[in-house]
């Protein structure tokens, strides 16, 4: 595709639910990042992907929270045990290289917890 | 910790007008300081970035103004159209991870 793909858009889930977010990043994009932001605020990094291996994970929130890229492209973030202050939009982000260039974001993935 | 912050919160421009947003960064290791364009419903488009070995960059009707002695850095979009209208995130890293300010609503009147 021409740019990040994200699915679903929107999710609605009951607290204490699973929830599995995908996020397709352009072709041949080495970073991935994963973003969240919540309403009226300015996305706050979750993770960080350089091909398959998880670089930085410094900004998951918890321990509930978890993503994966297992072979370098396609990566899907998991939040167990869904709380009503992980509702929030999800963004996924690429990028050609490392530091410095620039980031693609997908339309996120609004989630809400009920 | 808030690390980079930016105001205003909101900005009301008459067409053909310049707004002007700002921000304050406190990590003076941070060398990368982009903008980025929001609209309802879809994720941030790199805008414009700019290095701190300049103090100003220019493209089309954009323009960041960067003073690293007062750790600030400035967006100012010449003859606002009703287009612009958006929320702007202006942003700062060293590393991967991009700290990101809390946006200005930009509304542009014709």
């Known amino acids: 595709g021409a740019g990040v793909s994200q699915s679903p858009r929107y999710k609605v889930a009951k607290r204490g639910q699973d929830v599995a977010l995908r996020c397709d990043p352009i072709?041949?994009?080495?970073?991935l990042f994963w973003y969240q932001q919540a309403l009226g605020q300015g996305p706050e990094f979750l993770t960080y992907?350089?091909?398959?291996?998880?670089?930085?994970k410094s900004g998951l929130p918890s321990d509930r929270f978890f993503a994966e890229r297992p072979e370098g492209s396609v990566s899907t973030l998991k939040i167990q045990r869904t709380q009503q202050e992980d509702s929030a939009v999800y963004l996924c982000a690429s990028s050609l290289d490392r530091v410095f260039s620039p980031l693609h974001f997908g339309n996120g993935t609004r989630l809400t917890v009920t | 910790q808030q690390q980079v912050k930016q105001s205003p919160q909101s900005l009301i421009v008459q067409k053909g007008g310049i707004s002007i947003i700002n921000c304050a960064y406190e990590n003076t290791a941070f060398d990368y300081f982009p903008w980025y364009q929001q609209f309802p419903g879809k994720g941030p488009a790199l805008l414009i970035a700019i290095r701190p070995d300049v103090s100003e960059k220019k493209e089309g009707r954009f323009t960041i103004s960067f003073n690293k002695s007062a750790k600030q850095f400035s967006l100012h979009i010449m003859d606002s159209q009703p287009g612009d209208s958006a929320t702007y995130f202006c942003a700062a890293s060293n590393t991967d991870k991009l700290i990101f300010g809390t946006g200005t609503r930009l509304q542009v009147f014709p």
């Open positions: 992907f350089q091909n398959e291996a998880q670089l930085d």
């Open positions: 072709s041949g994009h080495v970073s």
